[in-house]
């Protein structure tokens, strides 16, 4: 694709000499953050259905696999061509339904055969959960830990028997909160936090995307009763937490009505 190419020269320009000074001087581990950053940027985009900030954003993470891929191609390690044959021969193995006539009648059976292929490749070198990376967010690597055991059936029957889990690791918490031991309350919170991923795994909930919802519903509120105690001449450090409960609620009225 000729417009891909212009991209692949333009990264190679800038990386060569004569190029760009701080482009010259990056490494892989120097702009890991930059990959993460850009993701995330596209994920909110995502999320507020702005077409013009997804198109902006696939193209500056696109950019990123563009520039890990060139300072491998200098280390002759490999180059985005090869990039692109070992995702497309990985793509066409993983769906033997689609490219080989094999036969999956749910997305479950599709998701045990891409397990099955992995395995074949090698990624479980010792044990299901290998290759969770570690970096991801805490709930979404939950969730992917927590998936990965269920399909060697290390897993509850219902979201009952979660539920129940989840009142158990309840329990011990508030234990531990009236003893005051802040190693337990720490270790029974995060236990309570694991048992909330396995109820929104059940309920095919992602936990990391409820969560970021949801704080992004508490900023949009929040900025909300600043903006409204600003129009009446006040700053929330001087109202009562009775005031600004009552603009939390205007808040919440008025964004429902939006939503309307």
């Not at 993470?61 to 044959?85: N, P, S, T, Y």
């Not at 129009?231 to 205007?250: I, P, T």
Request: aromatic share 8%; charged share 35%; proline share 3%.
């Amino acid at each position: 694709m000729e417009q891909f190419q212009r991209l692949v020269d333009i990264m190679a320009k800038l990386r060569a000499p004569g190029g760009c000074p701080w482009d010259r001087e990056q490494t892989h581990e120097s702009i890991k953050p930059y990959l993460i950053e850009e993701t995330y940027e596209l994920v909110e985009a995502i999320d507020t259905k702005d077409d013009a900030g997804i198109r902006e954003e696939l193209g500056d993470l696109l950019l990123q696999v563009v520039f890990h891929a060139d300072m491998a191609k200098e280390r002759g390690a490999f180059d985005i061509g090869d990039v692109i044959d070992a995702i497309s021969a990985k793509m066409i193995s993983r769906h033997p339904h689609v490219f080989a006539g094999a036969k999956f009648d749910t997305p479950e059976a599709v998701l045990q055969q891409w397990t099955d292929r992995k395995r074949e490749e090698g990624k479980f070198r010792e044990s299901a959960l290998d290759g969770v990376p570690g970096h991801l967010p805490s709930l979404l690597r939950a969730h992917r830990l927590q998936s990965r055991a269920a399909r060697v059936g290390f897993d509850w029957k219902d979201v009952e028997d979660v539920m129940k889990k989840l009142d158990e690791e309840l329990r011990e918490f508030r234990a531990a909160m009236e003893r005051n031991d802040k190693a337990a309350i720490e270790d029974e919170l995060g236990d309570v936090f694991f048992s909330l991923v396995n109820v929104s795994r059940f309920l095919r909930i992602n936990a990391e995307e409820a969560l970021r919802k949801t704080i992004g519903k508490f900023v949009t509120r929040f900025r909300s009763i600043e903006r409204m105690a600003a129009a009446s001449g006040r700053q929330l450090s001087d109202m009562s937490l009775e005031e600004m409960d009552a603009l939390w609620d205007k808040a919440k009225a008025l964004e429902n009505k939006t939503g309307d």
